[in-house]
């Protein structure tokens, strides 16, 4: 692939920061190396010495005073070496993807270290680009959607310099947000084929991936990346912390060293300590019990969506609609006889004392009416959620 069709000017300037470049370079370099070259402080002078974090099943995380230092130390921008190479063994265990042994030119994977999926999403979304939503439902974003935007433009454009023929396909395949709509199997492979046919690159934003409440999981768009079109982020926010913002950009070598350029010059790198506390977490736990520790996860969120579908079905039959989502932490709810949501949320609704999010934020242009609200069931007990359908359901006959 012509990747280099897909960088903004910017992005095609940046230079690696050779700083930087050294302290990937003594990362991985034996301790008996003395480096006169970093501009680093010395960690001697800090006033932290140690820290134990309890977990949850009995076992410790433990920085002693050396591995203190480290924690509290610059680090390299594609994140520490061994929690970058135990997140690419599980993409190849989890997503198999055909890429993984590609050469760097062809588009082999490539992985670093983000401070959060938000963070990556940030450096692969240029400012001011041009958005044209794709219809979606239930399922997900629609093929016959995609195709007939697609239409408009013919495949050759891909290669006339100054087309405007879309380059980037952005999708949240699982548990979307706002709308828990997750992509079936079938669709992801049409979608995958017209991205080939019309040299898209796919962002794959997946960030509810492991709160799917089905196994076996979906197949990602990365297991089917033969071309290396895909771009994928992964967070650990919504399964280990949303605090320690730790999250990863899995894709073509040539696109994810572009993002680690855009890490050099603005974050420089994820948080050393945080990076240490997860990366000694899952070497203790291993796949197994990390995996392990995701069915305990996902199990709390199916016990909530099946709280939330009780009492929508309880309170707001007939008053609304809405689909049971597969994943994710969202219900997305249409309201009936109602045109637009957002006076009624943002006013009508804190006197009954009842807060969602009314749907029009979500959409590109956020002064189009919009009937459809969104109500989270990740906090909130089942009893304070079914407490909160009820005043939805006064408020709902209010407007009618």
């Not at 572009?258 to 997860?278: E, G, N, Y």
Request: aromatic share 8%; charged share 20%.
């Amino acid at each position: 692939m012509n990747y280099s069709r897909f960088l903004t000017a910017v992005s095609a300037a940046r230079k690696p920061s050779p700083i930087r470049i050294l302290t990937e370079l003594q990362q991985r370099s034996p301790p008996s190396l003395i480096s006169l070259a970093g501009g680093a402080p010395n960690p001697n002078t800090f006033p932290f010495q140690s820290a134990t974090i309890q977990v949850k099943n009995g076992e410790a995380v433990v920085f002693d005073e050396t591995t203190m230092k480290r924690a509290l130390q610059y680090s390299g921008s594609y994140g520490i070496p061994e929690l970058v190479s135990w997140m690419k063994e599980l993409q190849r265990s989890l997503h198999n993807p055909p890429t993984a042994n590609y050469s760097a030119e062809t588009g082999q994977m490539e992985m670093c270290v983000t401070t959060g999926s938000q963070e990556g999403l940030c450096k692969l979304q240029p400012l001011g680009c041009n958005i044209i939503n794709v219809p979606s439902d239930q399922y997900g974003m629609i093929p016959e959607g995609l195709r007939d935007i697609l239409s408009r433009w013919d495949p050759s454009d891909a290669r006339k310099p100054g087309s405007n023929l879309p380059r980037v396909l952005y999708t949240i395949p699982n548990g979307g947000n706002p709308t828990g709509a997750s992509m079936t199997t079938e669709r992801k492979q049409q979608v995958y084929e017209l991205a080939r046919k019309y040299d898209l690159l796919i962002i794959e934003d997946d960030p509810y991936y492991f709160l799917q409440f089905q196994k076996p999981w979906a197949p990602t768009f990365l297991s089917m990346d033969v071309d290396g079109r895909i771009i994928r982020t992964d967070s650990f926010s919504k399964i280990l912390s949303s605090g320690l913002r730790i999250g990863f950009v899995t894709g073509p070598k040539p696109l994810v060293d572009r993002v680690v350029l855009h890490i050099q010059a603005s974050t420089m790198h994820t948080s050393t300590f945080t990076q240490l506390m997860v990366s000694q977490l899952l070497h203790a736990w291993g796949q197994k019990g990390f995996l392990n520790h995701i069915d305990g996860v996902v199990e709390f969120y199916r016990a909530q969506r099946n709280a939330m579908l009780s009492s929508a079905n309880k309170w707001l039959t007939g008053l609304a609609e809405w689909h049971a989502p597969a994943a994710g932490m969202f219900l997305w709810i249409r309201l009936k006889g109602v045109a637009d949501t957002q006076q009624l949320i943002m006013e009508k609704a804190l006197e009954k004392e009842v807060l969602l999010v009314p749907g029009g934020v979500f959409t590109i242009n956020s002064s189009d009416p919009c009937p459809y609200v969104r109500a989270a069931f990740s906090l909130s007990s089942p009893e304070q959620i079914d407490e909160a359908f009820k005043r939805l359901s006064a408020l709902i006959k209010e407007a009618q």
